[in-house]
């Protein structure tokens, strides 16, 4: 991994969001990237398949859009920075956020698009098949996209968006109850979900999944409703 990444990425991961939330709205002499809630605001900074939402706050909540296993969903962010689209660096997001608050910090799982063509992905659950970042740049943004094929089953997530530009400064979003990584489809019934779909990898054989993860030595996997 490139080190200006490694380090972008483990700053983003030490950096507290929510008690103590905040967009800074000057950064020296710059202000952030934002998703419309800084200088430039705008009401469309998230599409989840083709689904848009307005993400300038802080936080905000939208209704969870699940995102059904195996199949290929797009997340795009619309990103401002006053200094130029161009000099966007990185846009994240943050995933399987877990504990006693909303931070970057209790998210372990991630997918960041570095705007020099990587994407780098840490899922230590094995929650995605696969993703890929990919960019457009119209007038004053950059339309950041992500295309991801959920693996196994991921419980209903807030989720953590990011943009970094080329002088570090970085602006974040919190949505709340964003996403889950099920086999239903938005709005379906929870009944539709397959609690015994298989994690399979290249490293790891099948194994049962336990509501959101692996299941443990002697655990059972919990019977379909």
Do not use: W
């Not at 200094?83 to 994240?92: D, F, K, P, V």
Request: glycine residues 8%.
């Amino acid at each position: 991994m490139d080190k200006t990444v490694l380090t972008v990425t483990i700053s983003l991961l030490l950096l507290p969001i929510v008690g103590g939330l905040e967009e800074y709205k000057a950064y020296g002499l710059f202000y952030t990237p934002s998703f419309g809630g800084g200088t430039y605001h705008y009401a469309d900074g998230l599409v989840i398949n083709g689904n848009t939402f307005d993400i300038s706050g802080y936080s905000q909540n939208i209704p969870t859009q699940n995102l059904t296993l195996g199949v290929p969903s797009t997340i795009t962010l619309k990103i401002f920075d006053n200094a130029g689209s161009y000099t966007i660096r990185t846009a994240t997001l943050f995933f399987n956020i877990r504990g006693p608050s909303s931070s970057v910090s209790n998210s372990d799982t991630l997918i960041q698009y570095d705007l020099s063509g990587k994407t780098i992905i840490q899922d230590p659950h094995h929650f995605i098949g696969s993703a890929k970042g990919s960019v457009t740049y119209v007038d004053k943004f950059a339309y950041v996209s992500f295309t991801i094929t959920p693996h196994s089953q991921m419980s209903t997530s807030n989720m953590i968006v990011s943009s970094t530009d080329e002088r570090l400064a970085t602006g974040y979003s919190l949505v709340v109850n964003a996403i889950s990584f099920t086999n239903k489809t938005t709005g379906s019934s929870q009944s539709d979900v397959d609690y015994l779909h298989p994690h399979c990898t290249t490293t790891y054989p099948c194994q049962p999944v336990c509501g959101d993860h692996v299941c443990k030595p002697g655990e059972k996997p919990p019977s379909k409703p």
